[in-house]
């Protein structure tokens, strides 16, 4: 079993391993640029290709700006997030969130 950040990464990991087999814990990373600074993301799950699952705990402005930098210089990956209220959200350009689903 991968070495996890956070507990609400091993319940994650736990449901997606039961449902998606395949699903790899930060099999990839993945290089974005940050106002004059270029910086590089660990995506937590991988689903297929270029689709990302990430578990946050709390989802702050630095995290959303983050995504806005990220998904302005990779748009055509998808990041969805497990907020700690366990629920997805999908980042979309300019950091606006749909609900998809809860768990």
Known sequence: MPTFKSKLEVK??????????SVKYEPDVIE???????RKYNPDFRMAKNVYIEAKGKLD??????????K??????????IHIAYQFL??????????ACSI
């Open 12 to 21: 994650a990991w736990a449901v997606l391993k039961k449902h998606f087999p």
């Open 32 to 38: 974005y640029i940050q106002p004059i600074k270029s």
């Open 61 to 70: 402005l630095a995290t959303r700006q983050k995504m806005v930098w990220f």
């Open 72 to 81: 302005e210089c990779n748009p055509e990956v998808t990041i969805i997030f």
């Open 90 to 99: 999908e980042i979309q350009k300019r950091c606006q969130f749909i609900c």
